[in-house]
């Protein structure tokens, strides 16, 4: 054998070490699972929720002359001054709660990282955080990866409204966090006024957290009736205690982009930014610098709902021709729909034949529940190009 002779042991081949799984009964998730059966069946993929038309070419034009004015080097941890100031100015001219961009503003690389970083930061181990089922499928492996304890309090059935006798009979002396997502995946509810009012009131005598998911913040439909997005932020007694998350992925159309922000009290910011400085550091420089130019002009944001509400209107009249029984959507991109005049299948068994059979591909909600409650209810993304729609109601016709 040479110096440099690779050293195998006569006894047996190397072997990769086995790991006990942080995430044990985490696989592939069902929106891999669907996009992939709609890819090989040529089906109208309605499933994962992201557009399939392009964002703002003024947008892009600021991201590349970012670029070309060489942009590109690191930012600074927190996120360019510049783009947490045009935040800061946004949720006071739409919330009316002054957020100071130095110390109680970070940008993130996305709101899925926002959030994982925000239970790092405040969960130890067997601390309690309470999510509200149907929920976001990240929600729970990241209170696990923390060491945390998830009580899963379920939204009513049938109309997701927060059950608040419930949740109240969910607070132990361990609980740390509730997370709470308005405007709602997968559900498209809405919370209320009356219902913000109602958290507050039962977190007040408390020490717990609010994490409010408010990604599709700008995505609230019929404001001919009063509906409004009803941050956090609008209320002083959940302001103090909230890390408000937020989405310019969804906010703009360009998901891909993985960017968004956090808005906290200073006290809890320096606790999440602790987090974040180790986590990613910092996030996309150039896109950074698009956005706070792009920022400059309220409108595209101002204007999303009416956009989405136009789509939303042209899915569920074409929806109309089916004998799918339509739930309110009174947010998101999303809309809901119960299968029990359509199918005998359960929720998972008639996503894969709708994509195979018929050619479009959905969600089944039992996905977004831990013991895959079956109500027989799957969740549509009309986030797409009228003609997709179109093509989609086409097929869903012959239903």
Same mark, same amino acid.
Not at 170 to 182: D, H, K, P, W, Y
């Given at each position: 054998?040479?110096?440099?002779?690779?050293?195998?042991?006569?006894?047996?081949?190397?072997?990769?070490?086995?790991?006990?799984?942080?995430?044990?009964?985490?696989?592939?998730?069902?929106?891999?699972?669907?996009?992939?059966?709609?890819?090989?069946?040529?089906?109208?993929?309605? #499933?994962?929720?992201? +557009? &399939? *038309? %392009?964002?703002?070419?003024?947008?892009?034009?600021?991201? @590349?002359? !970012?670029?070309?004015?060489?942009?590109?080097?690191?930012?600074?941890?927190?996120?360019?001054?510049?783009?947490?100031?045009?935040?800061?100015?946004?949720?006071?001219?739409?919330?009316?709660?002054?957020?100071?961009?130095?110390?109680?503003?970070?940008?993130?690389?996305?709101?899925?990282?926002?959030?994982?970083?925000?239970?790092?930061?405040?969960?130890?181990?067997?601390?309690?955080?309470?999510?509200?089922?149907?929920?976001?499928?990240?929600?729970?492996?990241?209170?696990?990866?923390?060491?945390?304890?998830?009580?899963?309090?379920?939204?009513?059935? #049938?109309?997701?409204? +927060? &059950? *608040? %006798?419930?949740?109240?009979?969910?607070?132990?002396?361990? @609980?740390? !966090?509730?997370?709470?997502?308005?405007?709602?995946?997968?559900?498209?509810?809405?919370?209320?006024?009356?219902?913000?009012?109602?958290?507050?009131?039962?977190?007040?005598?408390?020490?717990?957290?609010?994490?409010?998911?408010?990604?599709?913040?700008?995505?609230?439909?019929?404001?001919?009736?009063?509906?409004?997005?009803?941050?956090?932020?609008?209320?002083?007694?959940?302001?103090?205690?909230?890390?408000?998350?937020?989405?310019?992925?969804?906010?703009?159309?360009?998901?891909?982009?993985?960017?968004?922000?956090?808005?906290?009290?200073?006290?809890?910011?320096?606790?999440?930014?602790?987090?974040?400085?180790?986590?990613?550091?910092?996030?996309?420089?150039?896109?950074?610098?698009?956005?706070?130019?792009?920022?400059?002009?309220?409108?595209?944001?101002?204007?999303?709902?009416?956009?989405?509400?136009?789509?939303?209107?042209?899915?569920?009249?074409?929806?109309?021709?089916?004998?799918?029984?339509?739930?309110?959507?009174?947010?998101?991109?999303?809309?809901?729909?119960?299968?029990?005049?359509?199918?005998?299948?359960?929720?998972?068994?008639?996503?894969?034949?709708?994509?195979?059979?018929?050619?479009?591909?959905?969600?089944?909600?039992?996905?977004?529940?831990?013991?895959?409650?079956?109500?027989?209810?799957?969740?549509?993304?009309?986030?797409?190009?009228?003609?997709?729609?179109?093509?989609?109601?086409?097929?869903?016709?012959?239903?």
């Amino acid at each position: 054998m040479t110096p440099n002779s690779p050293i195998h042991s006569h006894a047996s081949m190397p072997r990769t070490p086995a790991i006990d799984s942080r995430l044990p009964r985490v696989g592939t998730t069902i929106f891999t699972v669907m996009s992939a059966l709609a890819a090989e069946k040529g089906a109208v993929n309605l #499933g994962q929720g992201f +557009p &399939d *038309f %392009d964002c703002d070419p003024q947008l892009v034009e600021a991201v @590349t002359g !970012a670029m070309q004015r060489g942009l590109n080097q690191y930012p600074p941890m927190a996120g360019i001054l510049a783009l947490r100031e045009a935040v800061a100015a946004k949720l006071a001219a739409l919330y009316d709660r002054n957020y100071d961009a130095g110390s109680e503003i970070t940008i993130t690389a996305g709101a899925t990282q926002a959030i994982l970083t925000i239970i790092l930061a405040i969960v130890h181990p067997g601390d309690e955080v309470i999510v509200l089922e149907p929920c976001y499928d990240s929600y729970v492996p990241n209170i696990e990866l923390a060491g945390g304890t998830v009580v899963r309090v379920p939204l009513t059935p #049938g109309t997701f409204r +927060p &059950d *608040f %006798d419930k949740i109240k009979a969910a607070f132990s002396t361990r @609980t740390r !966090a509730i997370i709470v997502n308005s405007p709602h995946n997968p559900s498209a509810t809405v919370w209320t006024e009356a219902e913000m009012l109602q958290l507050q009131d039962l977190l007040a005598p408390t020490d717990v957290l609010l994490i409010s998911d408010e990604v599709y913040e700008h995505m609230v439909f019929d404001a001919y009736l009063g509906h409004l997005h009803q941050s956090a932020a609008r209320f002083a007694g959940l302001a103090a205690r909230a890390f408000i998350v937020s989405s310019f992925g969804k906010t703009y159309h360009v998901t891909g982009w993985k960017i968004g922000y956090v808005a906290a009290p200073a006290s809890l910011m320096a606790e999440f930014r602790k987090v974040h400085q180790f986590n990613v550091f910092t996030v996309n420089t150039p896109v950074q610098h698009g956005l706070a130019t792009y920022m400059a002009n309220d409108q595209p944001y101002l204007e999303l709902p009416a956009f989405y509400q136009r789509k939303r209107d042209l899915f569920r009249s074409g929806l109309e021709n089916t004998r799918f029984k339509l739930l309110p959507s009174e947010g998101s991109f999303f809309q809901c729909v119960d299968i029990s005049e359509v199918s005998d299948l359960g929720e998972n068994d008639f996503c894969h034949w709708l994509a195979s059979d018929i050619g479009v591909a959905a969600i089944p909600l039992s996905a977004f529940y831990g013991d895959g409650f079956d109500q027989r209810v799957v969740r549509f993304c009309f986030a797409k190009k009228d003609e997709t729609l179109h093509l989609a109601l086409e097929r869903l016709a012959r239903l």
